[in-house]
């Protein structure tokens, strides 16, 4: 079976943005790609006279459906493939540097899949806190200035998506566990690890970047994380 990216099940996700012409540009980006849905996430200013005139009237409408949170795990508690930007990179940010590599990588997800596409603060970019809510990391190639505009980014990540959405993939994803239901599973780990001193009680956060890791390279599925929580009550 040949599939497509289906653009549908597609989110842009601003964490923070600053500026409300950043959303706005945000927007108009997001609609010359073909992707529809916007979540804005605890915004400093969201003035809608600001952010319309730069998102212009055809973007207008998805400005109007913009979700509005104001806690970045609630807002990606739906979603199954949640993938973080970042500018920064290590051996504790595994990130992918090719964003086409990426959107190819989506296609078979999209499928039966909400997928959100997060974007962190103009000026600080996501914590190691916030990449840790992310199944994987991508950073857009630079040359030495590696800071991009808000807008910028979600453009250049949008338009990968949008050539995805062109091509065909073999390859099929079944309907993979929201972050919601990752998060309960991470925290019945923590406690379930600790009580059985697998890890240690006095920096548990740190002991389960690791575990988060782990899980990150599997695609799991709902299934697989109630069969995990089973296992920790049985523990």
Not at 76 to 100: K, N
Not at 204 to 212: E, L, Q, T
């Amino acid at each position: 079976m040949s599939l497509r990216i289906n653009l549908d099940n597609i989110a842009i996700v601003l964490h923070r943005p600053r500026y409300p012409e950043n959303i706005g540009a945000a927007a108009r980006a997001a609609c010359n790609m073909g992707i529809r849905r916007l979540i804005v996430v605890s915004p400093r200013d969201c003035d809608l006279t600001r952010v319309l005139k730069m998102a212009t009237h055809f973007a207008a409408d998805i400005v109007e459906a913009m979700e509005v949170f104001e806690d970045l795990e609630e807002a990606l508690a739906p979603f199954q493939y949640v993938v973080g930007t970042t500018a920064r990179v290590g051996s504790r940010r595994p990130t992918i540097s090719d964003p086409g590599k990426l959107a190819e990588g989506l296609i078979p997800i999209s499928q039966d899949n909400l997928i959100a596409i997060v974007f962190g603060p103009e000026n600080w970019g996501l914590t190691n806190a916030e990449l840790r809510l992310c199944h994987a990391l991508v950073t857009i190639p630079t040359g030495e200035f590696a800071s991009l505009n808000v807008a910028q980014a979600v453009m250049i990540l949008s338009y990968e998506i949008l050539l995805a959405s062109r091509q065909d993939d073999p390859h099929f994803t079944p309907r993979l566990a929201t972050r919601q239901e990752l998060e309960a599973m991470y925290k019945q780990l923590r406690e379930t690890f600790v009580n059985i001193n697998f890890i240690n009680a006095e920096n548990p956060d740190y002991w389960m970047g690791h575990i988060r890791r782990f899980f990150s390279r599997v695609d799991m599925c709902a299934r697989d994380v109630r069969m995990i929580r089973g296992i920790c009550r049985q523990i």
